[in-house]
């Protein structure tokens, strides 16, 4: 396979740490990785008033074979109108054009579930990634009584996210809208059954963005995978992710036809920075999907191996807050010593 080269945002908050813990995983599963750093997110922002120059942009662009990126945004980091201007969504989801974001929600050994008998747990969300309600960002038109925000939707900007969720699937796909109030996710339900018919194998189902969130409480076993727009996936993930333990748990890569990057879905905490408390384990199975994507899916499979088997010998323990006992470095250490 040979040497892949990888950039690395170590990010704000408790981000350095969580990327480090990832890298002593990632060292002992394969040592076949070259490393560049990026510097990128909310402190960048504040130095040079930008948070993420476009030569680092480019650089993920054309000259890594994948990113991986700790969380990023500091809460007193903002632009004017009031939004965060730390964070890097909108300058790499949109600047690299990765469409799809993953978010695999599992409930992992050893790990308590909010829910009273979840029973298995298994799916992934795939997420528009360039359009949708978030389109708007940055964009948003009013004044101090009144603001309007666009959701976007476009023929292809469906029909490849939903093809990449139709490619992942094992036996059914779920779309999920409100197609009985936008007009925009009328389309977007008819560009998903226009792609369902090029996988006839593929079970599909259409379930409405409410019943949704109930039916992930209620039923989570009954998905595989599912499909939706881009604020959708961004709420109904974090559902998701607080029956299996919390956010801090789950990764997320967000993935184009050149380009992607992986990180964990929470934000970079910083007031648990430095006292270990923090969670690595989300950004560790991140490095795990970012071997997949480089075609090391062997690797990816001994990282998740090794986490689940940490976690169900107790030598991980996940506090019910979703913090870990002995924080970043002691977790890392412990599933270090079940890779095999």
């Known amino acids: 396979m040979g040497t892949h080269r990888i950039a690395l945002i170590r990010g704000d908050g408790i981000g350095p740490e969580l990327v480090d813990a990832a890298l002593t995983v990632l060292g002992t599963v394969t040592g076949e990785l070259d490393y560049v750093d990026v510097d990128a997110g909310a402190g960048t922002y504040r130095r040079t008033g930008v948070a993420c120059a ?12 994948a990113t991986l ?7 007193d980091v903002r632009f004017p109108d009031g939004t965060e201007a730390g964070v890097l969504g909108g300058i790499l989801r949109t600047g690299l054009d990765l469409y799809a974001n993953v978010r695999p929600v599992l409930l992992l050994p050893g790990v308590s579930s909010a829910l009273a008998a979840p029973g298995p747990i298994d799916y992934t969300i795939v997420r528009e990634n360039t359009e949708g309600l978030y389109a708007s960002r940055g964009k948003g038109v009013g004044n101090r009584w009144a603001v309007s925000d666009t959701l976007l939707t476009t023929r292809e900007g469906t029909a490849r996210v939903c093809r990449h969720a139709f490619e992942r699937a094992r036996r059914k796909v779920t779309c ?8 925009s996710h009328a389309l977007f339900r008819e560009v998903f059954t226009e792609v369902a018919a090029d996988y006839p194998d593929i079970a599909t189902e259409f379930v409405y963005a409410d019943a949704a969130a109930q039916a992930l409480v209620l039923r989570p076993a009954d ?4 499909v939706m727009e881009n604020f959708l996936g961004d709420v109904l993930s974090d559902l998701g992710g607080a029956t299996v333990g919390g956010i801090s748990l789950c990764p997320a890569g967000n993935i184009g036809d050149h380009g992607a990057y992986f990180e964990p879905i929470h934000g970079s905490a910083p007031g648990l920075a430095d006292r270990g408390l923090a969670n690595p384990v989300g950004q560790i199975l991140a ?3 970012m071997l997949d994507h480089l075609g090391r899916g062997a690797d990816g499979d001994r990282v998740r191996a090794a986490v689940a088997g940490a976690l169900a010998a107790g030598a991980v323990r996940i506090r019910p807050d979703g913090s870990a006992e002995g924080g970043p470095g002691a977790v890392a250490d412990a599933i270090v010593s079940f890779v095999d």
Do not use: C, H, I, W
Request: glycine fraction near 8%; avoid cysteine.
């Open 287 to 289: 490095a795990a999907m």
């Open 54 to 65: 476009p030569q680092d942009v480019e650089l993920m662009r054309t000259g890594v074979d």
């Open 176 to 183: 999920v809208d409100k197609s009985n109030v936008l007009r």
């Open 223 to 226: 998905f595989d995978v599912l």
């Open 69 to 75: 990126k700790g969380p990023v945004g500091l809460p």
